[in-house]
């Protein structure tokens, strides 16, 4: 059995409005329920646990009544941090599931091939990150506040969903806090597993700018 964690604690401060990005429409559909409605697709019998910060489930419920939204998923109160906020939905998560999956609200665009890829890869692997090329030059800034070119073949972008194992991954947030936890997969690499890149979709965005919801309404 599969499970996912859909994190979506946005304040949507880059957006420069008061509504958290999350429960902003794309084509007249909020994008958080779009996003839940990707792993649904894939995988019908499929957990899905959204995490959101307490303060935003009233008006996440309202919006569910207005849109008709029924789907049928489980509710976790965000934390201070996103590692808090997955740390709490995996308290959530049934103990009969085999890999858990950690996915963006705001990336509703995710394809059905990326999720199958990465489920199966986490299968095989037990940790599986959608990646996609870097297609444009890169260049690192030095401490001198200079810079230079460094070869982008090297590079790639990171998605999500990022997929586990599923005691893997609920002894990688068993793990204290740290700063350098800017993923999923750096704490399970904290534990010294390796993690494994598949191909990821170009459409899968993370919508946090006003630009972002541009290129989404086009999508």
């Known amino acids: 059995m ?17 509504v958290p990005k999350q429960f902003l429409c794309v084509a007249g559909r909020p994008i958080l329920m779009r996003t839940l409605e990707r792993f649904r697709a894939y995988d019908a019998q499929m957990q899905v646990v959204l995490v959101l910060p307490r303060d935003q489930q009233t008006y ?28 709490n939905g995996l308290q959530k ?37 959608p990646v996609t090329d870097v297609v444009e030059t890169v260049r690192q800034m030095d401490d001198d506040r200079r810079s230079h070119t ?22 990688a947030y068993a793990q204290a806090f740290s700063d350098a936890f800017t993923d999923d997969a750096s704490v399970v690499e904290a534990l010294g597993h390796n ?8 459409e899968n965005i993370k919508i946090t700018t006003p630009f972002d919801l541009k290129v989404a309404e086009c999508l």
């Open 60 to 87: 996440w419920h309202e919006l569910c009544r207005q849109h008709h939204f029924s789907m049928d998923y489980t509710l976790a109160d965000g934390g201070p941090t996103r590692f808090h906020s997955v740390a």
């Open 2 to 18: 599969n499970a996912v964690v859909i994190v979506a604690g946005g304040k949507g401060l880059r957006m420069g409005g008061e």
């Open 150 to 171: 460094v070869p982008r073949s090297q590079y790639r972008l990171v998605q999500t969903p990022q997929v586990f194992d599923a005691q893997l991954l609920r002894r």
């Open 195 to 202: 993690i494994t890149l598949v191909a990821g979709n170009r």
């Open 93 to 129: 998560v049934g103990d009969a599931v085999e890999r858990i999956g950690v996915h963006d609200g705001v990336r509703p665009f995710v394809s059905i091939d990326t999720i199958a890829r990465c489920y199966d890869e986490a299968a095989q692997s037990g940790a599986a990150v």
